[in-house]
């Protein structure tokens, strides 16, 4: 490329072939000088590294460009796959405190469900860290059931659950920072 951009250079400062520099040009002709002595101001050498910066320059500039681009996108992205967890993890915990405060629903499916709710929390280990309300204290303490009337007349089991809507609100805001 550097070669294409020196041949620009001096196609643009009327030197194409780089002829000027050569003894038998006839431009030359009449000077009293060797090839290789100065003449005057020696501007083709300048053009021709202004233009190889000013194209550096554009490339540069077009590289970071696509670089902020693409870093936006990968951001999205992230926040996308984590936001989707957390959704994740918020319905397997609701599952999981609706089967506990259930009288009829097995034992055997919240243990189930508790599995899957611990390999999802350590994805999000580092932000787990120092929650004031851990995952273990919500899948061992947390036995606050709401209304089973309500739970039939509207079918939400969003109800039940105290310590565990503690724990993903703290997770969602160190998640987001």
Excluded at 1 to 28: E, F, T
Excluded at 129 to 158: A, Q
């Amino acid at each position: 490329m550097p070669d294409s951009i020196s041949s620009l250079a001096k196609d643009l400062d009327g030197d194409p072939g780089g002829c000027l520099h050569s003894p038998y040009h006839p431009q030359r002709a009449n000077m009293n000088m060797e090839g290789g002595e100065g003449g005057g101001g020696g501007g083709g050498g300048w053009l021709a590294a202004g233009v190889t910066a000013a194209v550096l320059c554009w490339q540069i500039h077009n590289l970071k460009t696509k670089t902020t681009a693409v870093e936006v996108k990968i951001r999205e992205h992230s926040d996308f796959i984590t936001d989707s967890k957390l959704k994740e993890l918020e319905d397997l915990l609701v599952e999981r405190q609706h089967i506990y405060c259930s009288n009829v629903k097995p034992k055997s499916r919240r243990e189930q469900l508790e599995d899957q709710i611990r390999k999802i929390d350590s994805e999000f280990k580092p932000h787990t860290d120092n929650l004031r309300v851990s995952l273990n204290k919500v899948l061992t303490k947390d036995d606050h059931c709401g209304s089973e009337f309500l739970f039939l007349m509207t079918g939400d089991k969003r109800g039940n659950g105290k310590l565990m809507w503690e724990y993903l609100n703290e997770l969602k805001m160190r998640v987001k920072q």
